[in-house]
């Protein structure tokens, strides 16, 4: 740990744990920081005259860091530590052993200074919510919700350095701006916090890089794990995978919006259910996901069910309802007379009973209702250990006495696997099988096959087809898998023209059956230049042997009518779904 030494402005280093007392800055990084490399330039005697030296100097991060060491030395603390200058970000390894240890530091520091550089004001009032700190930054940065919480001692300052008041004495304004229980900002523990309120303080905060959503809070979550920058939210993904490793707590799960009274009852398109329903990774997006969750409190149980990361998804058992019975069951907090059941829910779903719920009353502890998650499922096998999917964003909240009074003998609970990954959901008679894609099938026409992040796979096994494999794409972006075939209209005599057309196919979010459309605006040169929206909604006639569609148009005095069905084959123990393509063409 680089500490900076108050009375001689040197950088020093210390290893293990016999570290002296430290001052530890919070604040916002702006735009004119310095780093480690400019402070060690700084320090050096031989380079005080330097031009360099002297514009890092005239950096307001660097005053700002002056302020911050004058600061701690009058108030007798012989050290300081900032991020900006105290963290070699050029090494990894400095950059992933500081970020997995901050919270730490944080907590052992002997005093922490919250820089509020965007605030003006000497005040803090006590109670108005449109205050100037109420509104400062410092409130909506993820790197400061730690800095916040870990310390025994944290004191506010604006930008002048003038003391607004210390987070023991503002802990009630506090806690009216972050959500966080005064309890908590006074007794430094988090131990007795369930996950899923934790996630709920982070769900309004932001950070300058997506991975740095999960891993501002790997301290709170008494985490460790690599830094994988470039990786996106799977960052967070993988921060969830890792508290599940440790921990029993059901509300890691509880994450969604409660239903509201607009998706009960009401009739609805397929598209529009479709739209509701989306086959979903057991673990959240991001926090924003738990925003709703502050008040959610954990069950104990004495033996807890535990659960297991596996290839297949996360191994777990849960207390299960099937859709028939939750229906008597489910309850709208904010609408006791509303009972039915979301409409994009089938009578095969589940309702996944969560050994947490949410408080209404006055007491801490005090539930009303449980909540529950709906699940489908998308791998049966032969020993009932099914793979299952979540389908919505959408928790169910359920009558706690109810609940408990039914649950030893109506609640089964059900051993199964939790899909980690959005997935697709397929036929049952296929579930033992594999889903590889599409076949093109067509005796009057050869297609250039293009794929949607994609690439062509040549079976020897097929001669007279030509397949498309098609990966796990995200649903809610591309709508399942995507592939784009074009092909070039012949004339009656045999001769080829210049007219093309294109046939977009893939699954749509709801997955309930494969599309298709055929379109003559083909773009050769950017093939894959669709937008499935404007393809929707995805309709195709039943026919004896699938799906079908077709489409005419005329063009230089000749009629192309194009016929395409959709069917599914087996072929080599895979799953294929066939696009039978046939044209005709006649004068007009």
């Not at 104990?300 to 990361?309: F, G, L, R």
């Not at 005329?554 to 192309?560: A, E, V």
Request: hydrophobic share 35%.
């Amino acid at each position: 740990m680089r500490l900076i030494n108050t009375s001689t402005g040197l950088l020093e280093e210390f290893i293990g744990d016999d570290i002296p007392r430290y001052a530890i800055l919070s604040h916002t990084w702006e735009k004119y920081e310095i780093s480690l490399q400019e402070l060690q330039r700084i320090i050096d005697p031989d380079l005080a005259n330097d031009p360099k030296t002297q514009a890092v100097r005239a950096k307001a991060g660097f005053i700002k860091i002056l302020r911050f060491v004058e600061l701690a030395a009058s108030k007798g603390v012989p050290y300081a530590w900032a991020d900006t200058c105290c963290i070699d970000k050029t090494s990894s390894a400095d950059l992933t052993e500081s970020i997995n240890s901050m919270y730490r530091w944080y907590k052992n520091s002997s005093v922490c200074f919250a820089y509020l550089a965007d605030v003006v004001s000497c005040e803090w009032p006590n109670y108005p919510s449109d205050s100037e700190v109420t509104k400062s930054r410092w409130f909506t940065r993820g790197w400061t919700l730690q800095e916040l919480i870990a310390p025994s001692t944290v004191e506010f300052y604006n930008t002048s350095w003038v003391c607004l008041g210390h987070k023991y004495t503002k802990v009630h304004e506090i806690e009216r701006i972050t959500g966080i229980n005064r309890h908590i900002l006074k007794v430094n523990d988090l131990s007795t916090v369930n996950i899923a309120q934790k996630m709920s303080w982070a769900a309004n905060r932001t950070t300058t890089r997506k991975e740095d959503m999960a891993y501002c809070l790997l301290g709170i979550f008494d985490v460790n794990m690599p830094l994988l920058y470039g990786e996106g939210e799977n960052a967070f993904i993988r921060l969830q995978e890792h508290i599940a490793a440790t921990s029993t707590d059901h509300s890691l799960f509880a994450w969604g919006v409660g239903v509201r009274e607009n998706v009960y009852g009401a009739t609805r398109s397929e598209r529009e259910k479709d739209d509701m329903r989306l086959h979903q990774n057991i673990f959240a997006r991001s926090p924003a996901d738990f925003a709703e969750c502050g008040e959610m409190e954990s069950i104990i149980c004495v033996q807890p069910d535990t659960w297991m990361q596996t290839n297949r998804g996360l191994h777990a058992i849960f207390p299960t309802i099937p859709t028939e019975l939750a229906k008597k069951l489910i309850k709208c907090p904010n609408n006791p007379g509303c009972s039915e059941l979301p409409h994009y829910i089938d009578d095969s779903d589940y309702l996944a009973i969560l050994n947490c719920g949410k408080r209404h009353g006055a007491y801490v502890h005090d539930l009303d209702y449980v909540v529950g998650i709906w699940i489908t499922k998308i791998y049966p096998r032969d020993d009932n250990k099914h793979g299952y999917c979540r389908i919505s964003d959408y928790i169910a909240t359920l009558e706690e006495a109810a609940v408990f009074e039914m649950h030893p003998n109506t609640f089964p609970k059900m051993d199964m696997w939790m899909s980690t990954s959005q997935t697709l959901k397929v036929h049952p008679k296929h579930f033992s099988k594999r889903l590889a894609g599409f076949l093109l099938t067509s005796k009057s026409m050869c297609p250039e096959i293009h794929g949607l992040y994609a690439a062509q796979v040549g079976y020897n096994y097929f001669p007279d087809r030509y397949p498309l494999r098609t990966p796990h794409l995200p649903l809610e972006t591309l709508g399942g898998l995507v592939g784009v075939a074009s092909f070039r209209v012949n004339h009656v005599n045999g001769e080829e023209s210049e007219e093309e057309f294109a046939v977009v196919f893939g699954y749509p979010p709801s997955v309930k059956k494969p599309f298709a459309v055929i379109v003559d605006d083909f773009d050769p040169e950017a093939p894959l230049n669709y937008d499935l929206q404007r393809f929707g909604p995805f309709e195709m006639d039943q026919v004896e042997s699938g799906w079908h569609t077709s489409y005419r148009y005329d063009k230089d005095r000749l009629s192309t009518f194009i016929s395409v069905t959709l069917a599914t084959v087996l072929q080599k123990d895979m799953i294929f779904t066939e696009l039978r393509m046939e044209s005709a063409l006649e004068e007009v």
